[in-house]
């Protein structure tokens, strides 16, 4: 196999462990359940129960979130959670935090931000 073909071989695993972790995201924000996911929950479910290994877990979680697929915040408890930046997945989010008494203003900020930024790139 030339060097071209493994890292074109390299760049598709990579796209597909990415969208691999877009589809959990989604998959675990179900309007069942609530608008955020833990990162440790997506290493879980993906290399302790699936295929991949946690450094390929956290890579596509850190590509998301710099590609803004994802957002990152901190729940009530101060965890981390990711969610989708789609407008109704946001929509959700600002829901959600505006919901808990003690959500600061500027994470509310942040996600009606984001609402209008997703907007703009439909």
Do not use: C
Not at 37 to 59: E, I, Q, W
Not at 71 to 78: P, Q, V
Not at 93 to 115: Q, S
Not at 116 to 122: G, H, S, T
């Amino acid at each position: 196999m030339s060097e071209a073909a493994a890292e074109e071989e390299t760049r598709a695993d990579r796209r597909a462990r990415y969208q691999q972790v877009l589809r959990t995201v989604a998959h675990q924000t179900s309007p069942a359940q609530p608008p955020g996911v833990r990162p440790f929950t997506l290493r879980t479910v993906l290399s302790g129960h699936g295929s991949l290994s946690a450094d390929a877990v956290d890579s596509a979680i850190t590509a998301a979130l710099d590609n803004d697929d994802l957002l990152a915040w901190r729940d009530a408890d101060g965890e981390v959670r990711v969610t989708l930046q789609t407008v109704p997945d946001l929509r959700r989010l600002l829901e959600h935090l505006d919901g808990e008494l003690d959500a600061p203003d500027e994470a509310l900020d942040r996600v009606i931000e984001r609402i209008k930024e997703v907007r703009e790139d439909e």
